[in-house]
């Protein structure tokens, strides 16, 4: 509780607010609190953490149907994680348009939260629904951080920024020490992008996953290597949590994904499907991810008894119209979204005609 007043109250005090901020963290006491706040809603999650959820429209594409943020606000700073759409310039691909102030508009968010604490921000992976609000931080004195492996140029295509604003770190080596025993951990889980990074809030035992492992109902890999990246890295995260933790500790583990609005389809996207009641996932969707993915090169879909279904293929969404066709493999609340062929190849089966 002393973390997330002090966050507040430095947000009340600072130079920020100062400058005409409205925004009013006060309304985030408990965990599950929210306020909104222009274009997003923010939800205390934690003591001194917060999701800052941009609950999108269904009218774009892709991360235009919404996309979470992260903030971690330790003794000693501040760790954001993501930064959203783009809604400075827009990003025509998503059919996503400039929003007017955006840039101030998060600023205010975040600052409001932080107050005077050093602000660093690392992301996800390199999408343009992840690494969208760059532009609004830069100049602020902020360090930016990407995994290597990513794209870090694509910053530059997406968006027109300056790469070099972000520095690389290496996942798994890195560590964000925000003081007061905040200490964030690095983890690379490849396949959906080259340098993918899943970051763990230790103590509070809180995982933040970006797109690595999908939000709920899927996500696809379009060719054996990147299903085999998936599987490996996914079965190290799971090796590596029941390292870290008593099995009592692991069981209340929190998941946070890029994408939590899919959180409540428990497990893959079928029109008739019914949601579940569901704001995060959890330590078995870690698990059953890895499972999902590493049943495939076993051919388990094919074995009744596995857990491994092939459900059927995906329709055409505008929420993911790359995905349209594809196989959908479930396993428990983990779902791999893969082109029939590839699941074939990956356990070394024929397809049959
Ligand atoms: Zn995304």
């Not at 409001?112 to 100049?139: C, K, Q, R, Y």
């Not at 870090?152 to 690389?168: E, R």
Request: glycine share 12%.
């Amino acid at each position: 509780m002393i973390l997330a007043a002090m966050c507040i109250m430095l947000g009340i005090d600072s130079g920020f607010a100062q400058s005409g901020s409205s925004f009013d963290a006060s309304p985030l006491v408990n965990p599950g609190d929210h306020v909104t706040y222009g274009s997003y809603i923010i939800y205390k999650i934690g003591d001194g953490v917060y999701k800052i959820n941009d609950p999108g429209v269904t009218t774009g594409k892709g991360g235009a149907w919404g996309v979470d943020m992260y903030l971690i606000c330790g003794e000693n700073k501040a760790l954001m994680i993501d930064l959203g759409n783009n809604y400075i310039e827009g990003y025509e691909k998503d059919l996503i348009a400039p929003r007017k102030n955006a840039a101030n508009e998060l600023c205010e968010v975040i600052y409001g939260l932080t107050g005077e604490l050093p602000l660093e921000i690392a992301i996800t992976h390199a999408h343009p629904d992840h690494d969208g609000m760059t532009a609004a931080f830069v100049n602020r004195n902020v360090d930016f951080w990407i995994g290597k492996g990513e794209d870090i140029a694509a910053l530059k295509t997406q968006h027109h920024i300056d790469s070099s604003v972000f520095m690389v770190f290496t996942p798994g080596e890195k560590i964000f020490d925000l003081g007061g025993e905040r200490i964030v951990e690095t983890f690379l889980v490849r396949g959906h992008s080259n340098g993918g990074t899943v970051y763990l809030l230790k103590n509070d035992k809180l995982l933040f996953t970006g797109d690595a492992l999908g939000s709920g109902f899927g996500q696809s890999f379009r060719s054996v290597d990147r299903l085999r990246l998936v599987a490996e890295d996914a079965q190290k995260l799971v090796d590596y949590i029941k390292a870290s933790y008593a099995p009592y500790d692991r069981y209340t583990l929190r998941v946070y994904t890029g994408h939590t609005w899919q959180n409540v389809y428990g497990g893959f996207l079928y029109p008739e499907k019914e949601k579940v009641d569901v704001g995060y996932l959890d330590w078995r969707f870690i698990q059953d991810v890895a499972s999902c993915a590493n049943g495939i090169f076993k051919g388990n879909w094919l074995v009744e008894s596995s857990g491994l279904s092939h459900i059927g293929k995906m329709a055409y969404t505008d929420c993911w119209p790359g995905a349209a066709g594809q196989a959908i493999m479930v396993y428990g609340i983990g779902t791999i979204i893969v082109p029939l062929n590839v699941a074939y190849e990956a356990a070394g089966l024929k397809m049959p005609e």
